[in-house]
């Protein structure tokens, strides 16, 4: 039987990360495990090409939650990446930390180590940000930080502009302080090709002999020897395999795997394994619950002016667009369409920041979701603004249906099922349509197209409407949260799963509450923090 020294299960955004730096001293050796296949697709190296992957069973998990109650009985789809750079290989590349409030917040959780000033540096560490190295920023980390404020579109400007007339401030760094207001999405491209984890930092560790990724290796069972994780089963072109590990096993699958496979291995709530025929290893009650994830909804507006819809929906337009990325990769190709936003404030009286903005030059409400393509946009001028509240208090879960590791889990994010969360619906819908009636905006809007005039301004329409139309931002996290008590969490603060030596998690699930934000950029801050600690302890053991 192979072993290696360190396992890791998932090449997405932290496996990529952590087998970047188990493998750089040369010296330990590591198996990087990945379902899925390759990510040389061009629909997601080609920035703008990510709307042709949401649909693509052969890089895409595409869960289906369970039916959610606060959105009237309707599921919701799940895209997750089932590929190398998993869901950061098919996401639209915001690069976003987070408000510092977040991390201390963590911290105050009882997760030393995990404040604002503590994780900074990992987000420097990895970072490689387009201005160069300062306080804030990294200059010469893996993951390349683009600016594209002087290539966005020109209507993102009077977005900002409107926005400062409501009385949000300007911010041309939304990723230093005040870590607050509107401004461009930085986001993360490199020489006009998508910076995911896999580029940044696995393709160039997979030069290292001591590195070893296996793909289409779909881990079935976290093997122990007592209460020590050894090894992962996982089946492989028809195979059971095993591999053993010398001190650790890792699980980097996110917020929908890491669960899963933690449960069909015996670690989790007993009332949920036994009747399943799982022989309990270690009663964690927390695993799979405390499940977050940002809901959004969006509006959209028929404009006076151009958009991406006239430069993007004709023939001639997209070939205008191919040539300058083929001239000099940039261009509308080169760039997310998610490209003004921000977070604000919804009342003078708020503490802290509450909502996440969006603008999006670009416009698809003529073509069904299963079919939606980027490059395909609506054949009439209009963009979208869009919100979600920044740290919603709803919590669902992830259970397993079945002991087969081939079955998809259930997944039950319960949103709106606090009085909170439904109010911060009502205002972001509020605040959306102040924008729109707001100049320049208002300047140029000649038609609410959805959800329209039939949807009037009182609590019942606009709730009705947004029960009726919201949907994920596809940043599930937590569940497989750190915590001092086993009761309530699944990890420590050194991201080591209570009572089992030798196996930590270290990816979007162990995020105490959400960040206020894209959970790209603070995953990748995990994985470099994560894999700290795991050198830094097998020096002192």
């Known amino acids: 039987m192979e072993s290696f ?37 061009i629909w997601i190296q080609l920035p703008i090409g990510y709307g042709r992957t949401y649909f693509d069973k052969r890089i895409n998990w595409m869960y289906d939650t369970e039916p959610i109650d606060g959105l009237g009985g309707r599921n919701s789809y799940w895209p997750r990446g089932k590929v190398i750079g998993g869901s950061g290989s098919i996401n639209a590349m915001v690069y976003v930390r987070g408000q510092p409030r977040d991390f201390n ?17 990992y987000f420097r560490k990895s970072e490689s940000y387009q201005h160069g190295a300062c306080e804030t920023h990294g200059g010469d980390g893996p ?68 590195l070893v990724l296996r793909t289409g290796a779909h881990a079935t069972r976290i093997l122990f020897e007592g209460r020590r994780a050894v090894g992962i089963r996982y089946r492989r072109g028809g195979r059971e395999i095993e591999v053993r590990t010398r001190r650790e096993v ?19 709530d007993p009332a949920l394994l036994t009747p399943l025929g799982i022989e309990v290893v270690e009663s964690l009650p927390a695993v799979g619950a405390n ?58 009286d708020e503490r802290h920041v509450n909502l996440q903005l969006y603008f999006s030059p670009v416009s698809y409400t003529q073509t ?6 980027l490059l395909n ?47 911060e619906a009502l205002v972001g819908c509020r605040l959306i349509r102040r924008l729109a009636r707001t100049e320049p905006l208002a300047d140029i809007i000649t038609e609410e197209i959805v959800p329209g005039s039939a949807v009037g301004d009182s609590d019942d329409a606009l709730l009705e409407d947004f029960r009726a139309r919201a949907d994920t931002v596809y940043h599930p996290t937590s569940s497989c949260a ?20 030798g196996l930590r998690v270290i990816d979007a699930s162990i995020f105490p509450t959400i960040t206020s934000g894209n959970t790209n950029a603070p995953t990748v801050m995990v994985a470099e923090k994560g894999a700290a600690m795991i050198i830094e302890d097998a020096r002192a053991g």
């Open 143 to 210: 993951m390349h930080v683009t600016d594209i404020s002087l290539g966005a579109h020109p209507l993102c400007e009077r977005f900002i502009e409107t926005a400062q007339a409501l009385g949000f401030a300007r911010n041309p760094d939304l990723n230093a302080p005040p870590h607050e207001g509107v401004g461009v999405y930085p986001i993360n491209t490199h020489r006009g090709r998508r910076a995911s984890s896999a580029n940044a930092f696995l393709r160039p560790a997979l030069r290292r002999r001591n």
């Open 368 to 373: 069904p979701l299963s079919a939606r393509k």
């Open 250 to 268: 890792i699980l980097a699958g996110g917020a929908i795997n890491s669960p899963q496979l933690l449960q069909l291995s015996g670690i989790g």
């Open 482 to 501: 750190m915590g001092p008590d086993p009761r309530t969490s699944v990890v420590d603060a050194r991201l080591r799963v209570h009572g089992i030596e």
């Open 105 to 121: 917040d963590w911290k105050a959780l009882g997760n030393d180590g995990w404040g604002w000033d503590d994780v900074l540096p």
């Open 291 to 348: 499940l977050q994830d940002h809901l959004a909804v969006s509006y959209f507006y028929k404009s006076r002016l151009p958009t991406l819809n006239d430069e993007l929906r004709p023939l001639l337009g997209k070939l205008r667009a191919g040539l300058r990325y083929a001239w000099d990769r940039g261009g509308p190709l080169s760039m997310s369409v998610n490209q003004g936003g921000g977070f604000v404030r919804s009342r003078d």
């Open 5 to 41: 020294d360190y396992v890791i299960v998932g090449a997405g955004t932290a496996g990529c990360v952590l087998a970047n730096r188990l493998s750089e001293d040369g010296k330990a050796t590591v198996l990087l495990l990945e379902a899925g296949g390759s990510d040389r697709s």
């Open 377 to 423: 946009p609506d054949p009439f001028s209009a963009f979208l603004l869009s919100f979600n509240a920044c740290r919603p208090t709803s919590r669902g879960n992830i259970r397993i249906g079945s002991a087969d590791a081939f079955s998809p889990p259930l997944i039950q994010p319960n949103y709106l099922s606090t009085e909170q969360d439904v109010a």
